[in-house]
């Protein structure tokens, strides 16, 4: 069963105080892996998909990376607008559709 | 470019009633996906509609139903309300002509269940 792990839980920084979530994921066949933001009482908005390990992809002060068991988003000089639940997702390859199957999300909290 | 649409925006049931909750889909997308989710935790999967069959199901049971019109809309119907079905029902939807998969949501239904 695929199945997707978050952590940490919850994260309180610093503005300007960068740091790292982790998205450890178990899917046999790997079609793609999502990360969305998501605010509260909304619903998640995109931010990034990763196909292959080894595969980086940037938006503005995030960076999101793919290993074989594990996505990494990392965020620099984090902003208090950036606070928010940011959820991961995978997606299986070799079936008609294409239900993501997702984490519990990291709640990120960025005082100034 | 309209994203996608859902509405209602809130909903209060009683156990034992029905709802029926709608999804508009993005503009050029043909495929709509159901979610359910439970406060603090990630969404759960329920259903992908496209060709306005069911082509994929989660875990959920046959209270569950859903529809996909030739217009790509869609509804989710859930029978004999349960409390613990009160949650932030999400809709997504995608397109199946682009290789990418991604899935855009809606703002979501919060339903209550009293």
């Known amino acids: 069963e695929d199945q997707v792990t978050q952590s940490p839980e919850a994260l309180r920084l610093q503005e300007g105080e960068s740091s790292s979530l982790n998205c450890s994921y178990t899917v046999s066949g790997l079609r793609g892996l999502f990360w969305y933001r998501q605010d509260p009482g909304k619903g998640p908005e995109f931010l990034f998909t990763l196909y292959s390990a080894g595969e980086e992809k940037e938006k503005e002060r995030l960076k999101a990376t793919l290993t074989k068991k594990e996505s990494f988003l990392h965020i620099t000089a984090p902003k208090p607008e950036d606070s928010a639940t940011y959820l991961c997702a995978v997606q299986k390859e070799g079936t008609s559709g294409s239900r993501l199957t997702f984490g519990e999300g990291t709640q990120l909290t960025v005082n100034p | 470019d309209a994203g996608v649409t859902q509405s209602p925006t809130h909903l209060i049931k009683t156990r034992g009633q029905q709802v029926t909750l709608r999804c508009s889909p993005k503009?050029?997308?043909?495929?709509v996906s159901w979610y359910q989710q439970a406060l603090g935790q990630g969404p759960q999967f329920i259903f992908q509609?496209?060709?306005?069959?069911?082509?994929q199901r989660g875990n959920f049971p046959d209270r569950f139903s859903g529809h996909q019109f030739p217009n790509y809309s869609s509804e989710l119907n859930v029978n004999a309300l349960l409390l613990g079905d009160s949650a932030l029902y999400l809709c997504?939807?995608?397109?199946?002509?682009?290789?990418?998969?991604?899935?855009?949501f809606g703002p979501g239904t919060r339903l209550t269940v009293t």
């Open positions: 997504a939807s995608s397109s199946n002509l682009i290789s990418s998969y991604e899935q855009y």
């Open positions: 503009s050029g997308h043909d495929t």
């Open positions: 509609y496209y060709e306005e069959e069911e082509r």
